[in-house]
T-cell receptor, first 114, second 116 residues
Framework: AQSVTQLGSHVSVSEGALVLLRCNYS??????LFWYVQYPNQGLQLLLKYTSAATLVKGINGFEAEFKKSETSFHLTKPSAHMSDAAEYFCAVSPNTGGFKTIFGAGTRLFVKA | ETGVTQTPRHLVMGMTNKKSLKCEQH?????MYWYKQSAKKPLELMFV???????ENNSVPSRFSPECPNSSHLFLHLHTLQPEDSALYLC???????????????FGPGTRLTVL
C-alpha cells in the first residue's frame, strides 16, 4: 500500500529565505512522485515529477526536489522565497506499475513574510 | 478556452435540491477525474473515467452520480446531499489513466459547494 506524509501543515518563511517542504512516502513498489501547487481559488498545478530518471528534479518557478530512496523522501526546495510562492503544496505518490493509484498528501500551506 | 474549466464556481444548495457540476477539458485527454477537497483532509479521489468508461469509484455515496458523455465532458449530479458534503470539488484530466504513473493531471479551478 502506498502513502505519503507531509511534515508540517503550515510553513512560514521570510522573503528571500530558503523554502523546504518535507514529504516522505511509503510504497511497496518503486514509486513515481509529484509535487503540485494550489494557489487560492485555483485547482492544483504540477510543479515537478520524479519518474525514475535523475534523482534531482527541477520544476517550474525555481523549485526542485530530490528523490532519496534511502530516506524515502522527496522534499521540495527553493533557494529564495518570493511573495508569489505563498500557496498550498501537495506531495503525491503513484506506483510505476501502471493503473490509477495516485495518492495525495494532506498539503502544506506556505506563508511568505515580507 | 484552454485547459480544464468547471461550472459553476460556487454553489449553495439545500439538502433536498438536485444540482449538477460540469467539467470540460480542452486538452484532448482521454481520462477525467472527480476529487473532493475538504479542509484539513487530503485530496479524495471520487471517480475516474477513461475513454468514457468508469474505471474507479472510490466508495462514493450514491447521492453523487457521475456522468461522462464523451472524453471532453464530465458531470457530477448531486441529490439529497448532507452538510458534510460541503467542500471544493475538483475536476482533472490526463492523457490516459492507465498510464497515470507518469501521466500529469491537469486540474480545473473547482466548484465550491455549500450544503445548507
Amino acid at each position: 500500500a502506498q502513502s505519503v506524509t507531509q511534515l508540517g501543515s503550515h510553513v512560514s518563511v521570510s522573503e528571500g529565505a530558503l523554502v523546504l517542504l518535507r514529504c516522505n512516502y511509503s510504497s511497496s513498489v518503486p514509486p513515481y512522485l509529484f509535487w503540485y501547487v494550489q494557489y487560492p481559488n485555483q485547482g492544483l498545478q504540477l510543479l515537478l515529477k520524479y519518474t525514475s530518471a535523475a534523482t534531482l528534479v527541477k520544476g517550474i518557478n525555481g523549485f526542485e526536489a530530490e528523490f532519496k530512496k534511502s530516506e524515502t523522501s522527496f522534499h521540495l526546495t527553493k533557494p529564495s522565497a518570493h511573495m508569489s510562492d505563498a500557496a498550498e503544496y501537495f506531495c503525491a505518490v503513484s506506483p510505476n506499475t501502471g493503473g490509477f493509484k495516485t495518492i495525495f498528501g494532506a498539503g502544506t500551506r506556505l506563508f511568505v513574510k515580507a | 478556452e484552454t485547459g480544464v474549466t468547471q461550472t459553476p464556481r460556487h454553489l449553495v444548495m439545500g439538502m433536498t435540491n438536485k444540482k449538477s457540476l460540469k467539467c470540460e477539458q480542452h486538452l484532448g485527454h482521454n481520462a477525467m477525474y472527480w476529487y473532493k477537497q475538504s479542509a484539513k483532509k487530503p485530496l479524495e479521489l471520487m471517480f475516474v473515467y477513461n475513454f468514457k468508461e468508469q474505471t474507479e469509484n472510490n466508495s462514493v455515496p450514491s447521492r453523487f452520480s457521475p456522468e461522462c458523455p464523451n472524453s471532453s465532458h464530465l458531470f457530477l449530479h448531486l441529490h439529497t446531499l448532507q452538510p458534510e458534503d460541503s467542500a471544493l470539488y475538483l475536476c482533472a484530466s490526463s492523457q490516459d489513466s492507465r498510464t497515470s504513473g507518469t501521466d500529469t493531471q491537469y486540474f480545473g479551478p473547482g466548484t465550491r459547494l455549500t450544503v445548507l
